[in-house]
């Protein structure tokens, strides 16, 4: 397949200046990584005296000593945080460098990561990848709000906290306004761009909307603010979920819209046909968009990545993942009495997307759009 064009190469141009994130570490030209190494080594070593001086002891300690440990937490925490999200940020700048996903997975083994939650280890689930160092069982609400009261007595340095606020604040703009720009360079892509797919979805979702994410979506692109907006694919990774969470999540929810967004493969792992036999039998109108790319594209990128300079690479050509020529998707779903458009004209995103959504919305019967993309 061709490479993607792009027609605004000044925009992808832009760089992300992430450096004031480690400023306070580095001298002006230092090497961010070793910087990065040095800012960790010092928080370390100021963990180990704090546990020193205060493991066993904190029922000897006044409100000032308390206070004291409480200020020395934040320093460190404030330290590991800031080149913790020049790691992320990089990383996310370009997540094809090894340098940078070297540099994460770095970070990822050195930060304590605290969480909260009724199970924090998920206990029930056989198999989920996500650290935990500390882990508050309890509801999130209810903990964070005793964390609250517990500082409230404390006499906090309101202008370091405002100035704290403020960086994260110009950090979190300056992200979202990557994001942004990242995805207006899919406006004119084809194939499709899934930035760009990801962000004309954001544009037509509302709070009762519910996103199932199987494979296709850059959740970055979305601004999720409700609980249950949103559900992505459980971590052990089993393909041919997504079609049926959808039907699940608009059975339970009849009064929501649900988009499910699923690969080519994961649809056919799916049972499109049975699945799309029971969204009419049981009046289930549900928007689906497929992402298809023809290809298993995980894993030719997994061959790829180990292999990079081996033989399939060198073809370009991924035998066993390779899942050409495409069916027409969308009449599957024709074929079950719903909507079905073919989509690969970027500038068509947006109005397929709106009467896809007007089939499932108004006549309330189950749509498909077939996006063409890389
Ligand atoms: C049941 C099951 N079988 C195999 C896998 C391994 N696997 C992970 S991603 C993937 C390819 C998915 O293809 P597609 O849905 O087209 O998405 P793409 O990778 O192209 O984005 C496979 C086979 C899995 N996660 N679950």
């Known amino acids: 397949m061709a490479a993607p064009s792009t027609s605004d190469p000044d925009l992808e141009q832009v760089a992300w200046d992430l450096s004031h994130l480690l400023a306070a570490d580095a001298g002006a030209g230092a090497d961010p990584a070793t910087t990065v190494d040095q800012t960790l080594a010092v928080a370390?070593?100021?963990?180990?005296?704090?546990?020193?001086?205060?493991?066993?002891?904190?029922e000897t300690l006044?409100?000032?000593?308390?206070?004291?440990?409480?200020?020395?937490?934040?320093?460190?925490?404030?330290?590991i945080g800031r080149v913790y999200s020049y790691a992320a940020l990089?990383?996310?700048?370009?997540?094809a460098d090894p340098a940078r996903g070297a540099l994460l997975q770095h970070v990822q083994e050195d930060a304590t990561v605290i969480s909260t939650g009724p199970?924090?280890?998920?206990?029930?689930?056989?198999?989920?990848?996500?650290?935990?160092?500390?882990?508050?069982?309890?509801?999130?609400?209810?903990?964070?709000?005793?964390?609250?009261?517990?500082v409230r007595e404390e006499s906090l340095d309101a202008a370091r906290i405002h100035e704290r606020g403020l960086a994260w604040e110009t950090a979190h703009t300056q992200a979202r306004t990557a994001l942004q720009a990242q995805a207006e360079t899919g406006r004119t892509k084809r194939p499709l761009d899934k930035a760009w797919v990801s962000a004309c979805v954001e544009q037509v979702r509302s709070d009762s909307t519910i996103i199932i994410n199987e494979l296709g979506?850059?959740?970055?692109?979305?601004?999720?603010?409700?609980?249950?907006?949103?559900?992505?694919?459980?971590?052990?990774?089993?393909?041919?979920?997504?079609?049926?969470?959808?039907?699940?999540a608009k059975l339970a929810a009849p009064d929501k819209t649900v988009i499910a967004c699923i690969g080519d493969g994961s649809y056919m792992f799916g049972a499109p046909t049975a699945a799309h036999w029971v969204a009419r039998?049981?009046?289930?109108?549900?928007?689906?968009?497929?992402?298809?790319?023809?290809?298993?594209?995980?894993?030719?990128?997994?061959?790829?990545?180990?292999?990079?300079?081996?033989?399939?690479?060198?073809?370009?050509?991924?035998?066993?993942?390779d899942l050409s020529p495409s069916l027409d998707w969308e009449l599957v779903?024709?074929?079950?009495?719903?909507?079905?458009?073919?989509?690969?004209?970027?500038a068509e995103v947006q109005g397929a997307l709106e009467r896809a959504l007007r089939v499932v919305q108004q006549e309330q019967r189950q749509a498909l759009l077939n996006m063409v993309s890389a």
């Not at 990089?90 to 997540?95: L, M, P």
């Not at 509801?139 to 964390?147: D, G, M």
């Not at 790319?293 to 991924?318: E, F, I, K, M």
Request: hydrophobic content about 40%.
């Open 333 to 346: 779903c024709q074929a079950a009495g719903g909507y079905g458009e073919r989509v690969e004209d970027p």
């Open 281 to 321: 039998r049981m009046q289930l109108p549900v928007l689906f968009i497929v992402w298809n790319n023809a290809r298993w594209n995980a894993v030719a990128s997994a061959t790829r990545g180990l292999y990079p300079d081996g033989w399939t690479a060198h073809l370009n050509s991924y035998p066993f993942s």
């Open 62 to 79: 006044d409100a000032a000593g308390i206070a004291g440990a409480m200020r020395e937490i934040e320093h460190i925490e404030d330290a």
């Open 90 to 95: 990089s990383f996310a700048t370009d997540t």
């Open 217 to 248: 979506l850059d959740v970055s692109q979305f601004g999720f603010e409700r609980a249950g907006t949103y559900f992505g694919a459980p971590a052990p990774g089993i393909l041919g979920w997504g079609l049926g969470a959808a039907l699940g």
């Open 44 to 58: 370390r070593e100021r963990s180990e005296a704090f546990a020193e001086r205060y493991r066993g002891k904190l």
């Open 119 to 150: 199970d924090p280890l998920f206990s029930r689930y056989p198999l989920r990848s996500f650290q935990s160092d500390i882990s508050l069982a309890g509801s999130a609400a209810l903990t964070l709000q005793a964390l609250a009261e517990a």
